[in-house]
């Protein structure tokens, strides 16, 4: 039970440095003098620092999973795409959900709980900022090696294949 609750203290600090983190690399990314032009950028919803920011959140996402769970081999990051080509890319907002592919040796209820653990960490972490946040931030699809080959292959149409954000395999 100890180290349970070391873990969910530990998952509510990592969220917060995520969180700091992910806004710290917009602003560098963006020339920015300060996190918190960065900040009130995300809130105002500037797409490219909403770029920025979720790429790097979703790096630290997938760096966690890797951290807290050794049956994780590699994490990847959906494409944001319209649902129909005539559509443009869509309007993005700091609270909508970051898909990611976490490819496991197996998905496990203790997985699983860590996706939805670490979800509400950041969740809190970015209430913190910017008042009150969607009950969900990560969508994750868990996905073993006998599935590995929808990770490589686009799934038809326009559709891109998922990018890799961390690995521990090449």
Wanted: glycine share 6%; proline share 5%; aromatic share 6%.
């Amino acid at each position: 039970m100890a180290q349970m609750i070391e873990m969910v203290e530990d998952l509510a600090l990592s969220a917060g440095n995520m969180v700091d983190g992910a806004i710290a690399v917009s602003a560098g990314r963006l020339h920015l003098e300060d996190p918190s032009q960065a900040l009130t950028l995300l809130i105002e919803h500037d797409a490219t620092a909403l770029e920025y920011f979720r790429h790097e959140l979703s790096h630290q996402i997938a760096m966690a999973l890797m951290r807290f769970d050794g049956s994780v081999q590699a994490v990847y990051k959906e494409h944001e795409l319209p649902e129909a080509e005539e559509f443009g890319t869509p309007q993005l907002r700091i609270n909508d959900p970051l898909y990611l592919v976490v490819y496991s040796e197996r998905e496990t209820v203790a997985l699983r709980s860590l996706i939805c653990a670490l979800d509400r960490s950041l969740v809190d972490a970015l209430s913190e900022h910017c008042g009150q946040m969607a009950p969900g931030l990560i969508n994750a699809e868990i996905i073993n090696p006998a599935h590995a080959r929808r990770v490589y292959a686009s799934a038809g149409g326009f559709r891109p294949p998922p990018v890799k954000l961390v690995s521990r395999v090449n």
